[in-house]
């Protein structure tokens, strides 16, 4: 300071109530489910981040007439696997727990130019991978690795 005196510190106030964590969205149970002709992938240019890059791909995912989600893939270099294709889905709220995200990852992965294709989830997205395992996805994760890994390669597994 000017004066030539130090900054005194000021104790750090507690808060009158703790911060609570925030909620985990969960989806709406016993929705009812769409038939597989009943979900669209609609090839569009990719997005920053998603599918604009060199071999990157983009579905804009549709249910009767009306956007539900997006499905792209990303060419990522990663390990343990090193430079692959990602696919990666994304369902609006009201749109999951319907069986679009077990459509749609069988459609972008059949769809897609890339074999093999890979998933990359928290082992606690238990939707998603049970979604991506209908979908002929099978588990490639490295013993002891903390993210679960799943390949579908062209034919299925």
């Known amino acids: 300071m000017a004066d030539g005196k130090t900054p ?3 104790p750090r106030r507690k808060p009158a109530h703790p911060t609570p964590k925030p909620k985990v969205p969960t989806a709406p149970r016993n929705r009812p489910k769409v038939a597989d002709g009943d979900v669209e992938l609609v090839a569009k240019p990719g997005r920053k981040g998603k599918g604009d890059g060199p071999g990157g791909e983009y579905w ?3 249910v009767a007439g009306k956007r539900a989600g997006e499905v792209f893939v990303n060419i990522i270099d990663e390990p343990p696997i090193g430079k692959h294709a990602s696919l990666q889905i994304f369902l609006n709220k009201p749109d999951q727990a319907r069986g679009i995200g077990r459509i749609a990852y069988r459609k972008a992965a059949d769809a897609s130019a890339h074999s093999p294709i890979y998933l990359h989830m928290r082992k606690a997205n238990v939707a998603s991978r049970l979604a991506a395992e209908a979908a002929g996805f099978v588990d490639a994760s490295p ?5 679960l890994i799943l390949k579908r390669s062209r034919g299925g597994g």
């Open 8 to 10: 005194t510190k000021r």
């Open 60 to 62: 804009d995912v549709v």
């Open 143 to 147: 013993p002891g690795f903390t993210q």
